[in-house]
T-cell receptor, first 109, second 117 residues
Framework: GQNIDQPTEMTATEGAIVQINCTYQTSGFNGLFWYQQHAGEAPTFLSYNVLDGLEEKGRFSSFLSRSKGYSYLLLKELQMKDSASYLC??????????WGAGTKLIIKP | DVKVTQSSRYLVKRTGEKVFLECVQDMDHENMFWYRQDPGLGLRLIYF???????EKGDIPEGYSVSREKKERFSLILESASTNQTSMYLC????????????????FGAGSRLTVL
């Protein structure tokens, strides 16, 4: 079967760095996506990886290892507004997205 | 920016009622999707559409139907609402299908939170 695993909840301190992991098993691979979802709001696109390596976008970076079925989202210089859920999704062989349950990130002052 | 608008943010319905959830996108996207989101679960695809009058079942189509009479509008219909359909419903669209983030990045509406009593 197809499966995406990510931690349910993480806590970090304002100004610190946090890494949210995502492991996947899917039939085929057509890219890995990270979305951010604030409570009560729609998910918004953060990053996309299709090749191995690190993609950096400001304070956020996303890493992919296809051979290990593994990705992480790295958030630096954490701000209170980064408190949200972070959703990992993988495109399968039919380009349909398989979603993880999301990681709720709590930022403390 | 692409905008996806869902007509109702909050709905309360009774068991057995027919429910219509409307979604409109304004950027001429080809593909439209309906997901439901429940605590502790990933987004689950109900139905999607690649073109006008075309629809494809997702992972959990039972108890739902859809309509896409115009390119910009994709409606989700609950023929006879049940309490297990209480959920957050998210509509989304993408321009194309294929490789690359531009083709597959979903733009979501704000969601419709449905409670069935």
């Amino acid at each position: 079967g197809q499966n995406i695993d990510q931690p349910t909840e993480m806590t970090a301190t304002e100004g610190a760095i946090v890494q949210i992991n995502c492991t996947y098993q899917t039939s085929g691979f057509n890219g890995l996506f990270w979305y951010q979802q604030h409570a009560g709001e729609a998910p918004t696109f953060l990053s996309y990886n299709v090749l191995d390596g690190l993609e950096e976008k400001g304070r956020f970076s996303s890493f992919l290892s296809r051979s290990k079925g593994y990705s992480y989202l790295l958030l630096k210089e954490l701000q209170m507004k980064d408190s949200a859920s972070y959703l990992c999704a993988v495109g399968d062989s039919n380009y349909q997205l398989i979603w993880g349950a999301g990681t709720k990130l709590i930022i403390k002052p | 920016d692409v905008k996806v608008t869902q007509s109702s943010r909050y709905l309360v319905k009774r068991t057995g009622e027919k429910v219509f959830l409307e979604c409109v996108q304004d950027m001429d996207h080809e593909n439209m999707f309906w997901y439901r989101q429940d605590p502790g679960l990933g987004l689950r695809l109900i139905y999607f559409s690649y073109d006008v009058k075309m629809k494809e079942k997702g992972d959990i189509p039972e108890g739902y139907s859809v309509s896409r009479e115009k390119k910009e509008r994709f409606s989700l219909i609950l023929e006879s609402a049940s309490t297990n359909q209480t959920s957050m419903y998210l509509c989304a669209s993408t321009p194309l299908t294929g490789l690359g983030p531009g083709a597959n990045v979903l733009t979501f509406g704000a969601g419709s939170r449905l409670t069935v009593l």
